[in-house]
């Protein structure tokens, strides 16, 4: 078999592939939010928008666990530049506060 240009093996190829899916699934639920609210919801699944947010937060978290256990990237730096994040997001932020950094873990820890 020819190997690609890209260097990924069929398996990072797939993960990548699975990820960038549940990020897009992510952005869709944020748009429809955006134009129908929170607590406006599918009209045949009945499924509320801000359970639909959480639930493809959900499965971004899941996408990203599977490309950290692959080897693609790593836990430790991902915590480490979300914490970096919310150190210089909220000067950027108009409307929101951002009470707490994560502890290393991916957990919130109060500051
Ligand atoms: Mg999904």
Redesign the pocket.
């Known amino acids: 078999m020819t190997e690609h240009f890209n260097g990924l093996t069929p398996a990072e190829d797939e993960l990548l592939a699975v990820l960038a ?2 990020c897009a ?2 952005i869709q639920i944020i748009s429809k939010i955006q134009r129908h609210g929170l607590r406006n919801y599918h009209p045949e699944s009945r499924e509320v928008n801000a359970y639909t947010l959480e ?2 937060m ?3 978290r899941a996408a990203m666990k599977l490309v950290c256990e692959a080897g693609i990237a790593r836990e430790s730096t991902i915590h480490l530049l979300a914490d970096e994040k919310l150190k210089h997001i909220e000067r950027y932020l108009h409307h929101s506060v951002v009470p707490a950094t994560l502890n290393g873990t991916g957990r919130f820890n109060a500051e």
């Open positions: 899916e549940e699934e992510v639930r493809e959900g499965d971004v």
